[in-house]
């Protein structure tokens, strides 16, 4: 019998009355008195050197209230990067700067130039067609191996070279590895791209800056998974404005996907364009904007070898990385490619021996940075693709290979410098087999072969870090920030809750899944509790919800707030009934002396915390609010199976997924309803990126897939029903709740599955994503 | 300027507009009505379709003066008379058929004209129609099970939760 209420229940989802009744408050709904709107001119060339920007016939059209440019921003600070990677030979990365507005040179196509703020939307997007640009067109960096030889344009004239950073890790196990594939049995090399892609939240990006004159504080409305960071990048690096002078608010936001984590001009533009002319300012990106400033994904090229002994074993890994920076930059960029890819080339195997290199690159393209799931699905993409080619090779089994050399062991430390603490990889493959069906496989492909149709199976694992991340240790890996979580429980008189967070909700249902834990362990109604995120005026300071780390350190920091909530309502309850508050227990909303039939309720207490006329006023204070920061000891480590069932056409190329089927280990669940959500919006993405989803420039730095009519995003009828199942549990042994995170599996474990299913089905040994028709039908032609 | 006079969700409604003020944009600015939401400037996503004379339609792609004169739903105007969620928009919280919530108006009202127009589609005809709405969140699955649920199918072979 399933649970109705608490953890491990599925209640409606609260938050939904306000989204189906059209009630939802996204940032493009606040809308304040005196409101301009700015419009960002955009460079229309990848790379150029900005002669002059005339903005006089621009100023005079009607309603323009001020354009400002480069120049503007001269005294003002650049948009910071919070990760600094050191590289192989121990030196710092090279780090650029990256102006509000462009200063000099613009960078790429979207760059932003000069921003018109008028009384409309419209006169501000009227007088930007009439500011007059003086640019030299500068040859572009485009391709990334192209942008590292001798002699090639510069993205940054004051930097040595294109390189950010050349990283080696383990630097210590290189030689070694290299020993290993000497006196390996067999080695599978791919060379693959794991292709760039655009987030597309559906809600664009929103701005609006706002400044009160009459106590000098600004206030930022943004489309952010984390305001607490935005205040911090944004007050301390930027505009110079104290924590307690600025207000960052991210209301009701439409996914981030990872793409509204980092810290954009944009954000700084309108914040201070409001105090300097103190108004309110608001820009709203159009989808088209979208695809040339908000941050890219991904976009990695790789070669990755794996050795086997005589018995198959694995025996190494090596890897070799160029990933795309962009022009700038973004926020957590250089970490991706590097401490959230290279920590997780161990997969689920045991394999001595790894060592990963990475070139991170600039080129003339838009800054590239996390999006779901962020350098574990270009970890799991390379090493669960090499794995099914070293079976095709081998002529074994792939899945046999795989079960082979799994971790079985834990903890385990990697060669890579994480320790998993739990996990079982055989369970979720046996449930794997099970929810897919996969004995039934045959028969199946016979009858598509019957239709003329070609059928694959592919199969795969995956294992992520979560629940991200231990402070002293992102501290020493180059993370300028912390990585704790914090939460208030501030329980009001009548014995209502409010929790305040540092996590953000943009569609992970935070609203109502927080309050069952909370409620479980107080024994009271969820509905008592309320969840208040997304205002850095209300919260403490909080690091928001990217990494599927909302549960795993959010819930965690709530966790230890309640029980301080507790152990202090404990204390009242027994001075209510003349007990020890040793002998208190927590029941069904009761505080019972225990062994007895005296009890109090929640609420009596709770009334004595703010009405203390009857209460141990020596011993602790009146009220009842707490607040905990918690960082976690280690990352999670949700892991999983997953199987992909294809069918083609032969004649054109055409693929349709037939079955889809994900076996996650998430440790402990909260509500089992949104897990599944979580998973299936990760597969559509993941198929997204395998079968449609490509962000692609020319060699001139023009992007291509500038809007929806060219970036295929996946819709309704590209996809299956999946059949998902996260009933393997095994709990996270160093949070409270043994927990580990679920945001992101769907996205890293689906597009290896596709893609293993797709060549099983093409018999080729590679395809690339994403796996269009024209790709699909080249490849049975033999042109590939 | 000029002039235009609609019914919006059974009021009458009237602003003046310019010639290319949008009909999400009438909605969103003249009348407040912030639940039709713009996702796009292709066309392609859907997250402002309303009703307009009984049909869907992409309110990003339909000027608010060819409006004029027309009886135009929104999402606002989908509960029921007392206040309570009508089928549809039941059925995709019964079977979260929303996580952001930012395309949902306007997949709340492609089902719902969907429904009205073919009261028991199947699956593909289901994924098929919902061609012109993009969900980034869902992979879709739960979506298209609400809009069978709201249709009256049984739903609960599909998958668990």
């Known amino acids: 019998m399933p649970k109705d209420h608490g953890i491990g229940a599925s209640p409606k989802r609260r938050e939904d009355l306000r989204f189906l009744t059209g009630t939802g408050n996204y940032t493009d709904d606040i809308n304040l008195y005196g409101q301009l709107y700015v419009h960002f001119l955009r460079s229309d060339v990848a790379h150029g050197k900005l002669n002059k920007v005339d903005t006089t016939d621009a100023a005079a059209m009607p309603g323009v209230v001020r354009i400002f440019t480069g120049a503007d921003f001269a005294g003002v600070g650049g948009l910071p990067c919070g990760w600094q990677v050191t590289d192989k030979h121990g030196q710092p990365m090279q780090e650029p700067g990256h102006p509000v507005l462009a200063q000099g040179k613009v960078r790429h196509v979207g760059d932003p130039i000069a921003a018109v703020v008028a009384e409309t939307y419209e006169q501000a997007r009227d007088a930007a067609e009439a500011i007059a640009l003086d640019i030299e067109e500068l040859p572009a960096v485009i391709d990334m191996k192209a942008a590292l030889k001798d002699g090639a344009p510069k993205v940054h004239d004051e930097l040595t070279s294109n390189l950010c950073y050349d990283w080696g890790f ?16 067999h080695v599978t090399t791919l060379e693959l791209v794991n292709n760039r892609l655009v987030a597309n939240p559906m809600e664009p990006r929103v701005a609006v800056g706002d400044y009160n004159r009459s106590t000098d504080e600004s ?52 914040t201070f364009a409001a105090r300097q002319l103190k108004r309110p300012v608001k820009w709203t990106s159009t989808r088209s904007e979208a695809f040339m400033s908000d941050a ?67 080129t003339n393209t838009v800054p590239v940075d996390a999006y779901r799931g962020a350098g574990r699905p270009e970890a799991t993409y390379q090493l669960e693709r090499v794995i099914d080619k070293a079976a095709r090779e081998l002529g074994v089994d792939p899945i046999k290979l795989r079960r082979q050399n799994f971790i079985t062991q834990f903890p385990y430390a990697t060669p890579v410098a994480v320790e998993y603490d739990t996990g079982n ?39 992520e870090a979560c629940g991200i991340a231990p402070s002293n240790l992102v501290g020493q890996l180059g993370a300028r920030a912390g990585l704790y979580e914090s939460a208030t429980v501030r329980v009001n008189a009548t014995g209502s809750i409010s929790v305040m967070t540092g996590s953000h909700s943009h569609g992970q249902g935070h609203e109502t899944a927080f309050p069952q834990v909370i409620a479980e362990m107080l024994g009271i109604d969820e509905s008592m509790i309320e969840i208040v995120h997304g205002d850095t005026a209300k919260g403490p300071m909080g690091m928001g919800t990217y990494g599927s780390r909302s549960l795993a350190v959010g819930g965690s920091a709530m966790v230890r707030a309640t029980e301080k909530i507790i152990n202090k309502a404990k204390k009242i309850a027994a001075h209510l009934m003349e007990a020890s508050d040793a002998d ?18 929640w609420g009596d207490v709770t009334l004595a915390a703010y009405v203390p006329h009857n209460y141990p006023l020596e011993d602790i204070e009146p009220g009842l609010e707490e607040t905990a920061f918690y960082d976690p000891s280690n990352f999670t480590y949700p892991s999983g199976a997953y199987a992909c069932e294809v069918e083609v056409d032969p004649d054109t190329g055409r693929v349709t997924i037939e079955r889809f089927s994900a076996a996650d280990d998430f440790g402990n669940i909260i509500n089992p309803m949104i897990v599944s959500g979580q998973v299936h919006g990760g597969i559509g993405q993941g198929i997204g990126q395998a079968l449609l989803e490509g962000c692609v420039y020319d060699d001139n730095g023009q992007l291509l897939t500038g809007s929806y009519m060219d970036y295929a995003m996946p819709r309704a009828s590209d996809v299956p029903f999946y059949t998902v199942d996260h009933s393997c549990v095994t709990p996270c042994t160093h949070n409270p709740l043994g927990v580990k995170g679920c945001g992101e599996a769907g996205a890293i474990g689906s597009p290896p599955a596709f893609i293993n299913a797709l060549t099983d089905a093409l018999g080729v040994r590679d395809i690339a994503m994403p796996a269009t028709p024209e790709r699909v039908w080249r490849a049975l032609q033999g042109l590939v | ?32 009505l912030t639940g039709t939401h713009v996702g796009c400037d292709t066309s392609q996503c859907g997250a402002c379709v309303v009703h307009v004379n009984g049909k869907a339609v992409k309110a990003c792609t339909m000027l608010a003066a060819e409006a004029d004169g027309a009886e135009v739903r929104t999402i606002e105007g989908m509960a029921n008379a007392d206040g309570s969620l009508s089928t549809v928009q039941q059925a995709f919280q019964d079977h979260h058929g929303l996580q952001c919530g930012f395309c949902t108006p306007g997949m709340v009202m492609s089902a719902s004209a969907l429904l009205a127009e073919n009261p028991n589609p199947t699956e593909a005809e289901i994924r098929a129609y919902l061609e012109g709405n993009i969900c980034r969140c869902t992979g879709y699955h739960n979506i298209v099970k609400a809009i069978m649920a709201a249709a009256g199918q049984d739903v609960s072979k599909i998958a668990a939760e």
């Open chain 1, 296 to 362: 890219h994904g991904r976009d990695h090229v790789t070669k990755i070898e794996l050795a086997l002994d005589k018995d198959n074993n694995f025996t190494a890994i090596r890897t070799e990385t160029y990933a795309n920076m962009g022009a700038y930059l973004s926020t957590f960029a250089p970490s991706v490619p590097t401490w959230l890819h290279g920590t997780l080339m161990a997969g689920n195997y045991r394999t001595p021996l790894i060592y990963v290199n990475v070139k991170a690159v600039f």
């Open chain 1, 425 to 463: 990889y055989v369970a979720t493959m046996d449930k794997l087999e099970e929810i897919a069906d996969l004995s039934g496989f045959e028969a199946r492909r016979k009858a598509s072969e019957a239709k003329g149709k070609l059928r694959g199976l592919g199969v795969n694992c995956y294992i």
């Open chain 1, 584 to 601: 208190i227990e927590v029941k069904d909303g009761k505080f019972h002396v225990a062994g007895t039939d005296k009890s109090v309720a």
């Open chain 2, 1 to 32: 300027m000029a002039q235009v006079s609609m019914t919006v969700n059974g009021k009458a409604a009237s602003g003046d507009v310019e010639g290319r003020t949008l009909l999400v944009q009438f909605l969103r600015e003249n009348l407040h």
């Open chain 1, 219 to 270: 206030t930022l409305y943004t489309t952010s998974q984390n305001p607490h960071v935005i205040r911090l990048l944004m007050g301390a690096f930027v505009l110079g404005i104290p924590e307690h002078k600025l207000r960052v608010v991210a209301p009701d936001v439409g996914g981030g996907f990872g793409t509204k984590i980092f810290h954009y001009a944009e954000e700084a533009f309108c």
């Open chain 1, 170 to 185: 383990v630097e210590e196990n290189k030689a070694a590895t290299d020993e290993a594939f000497k006196n390996a049995a």
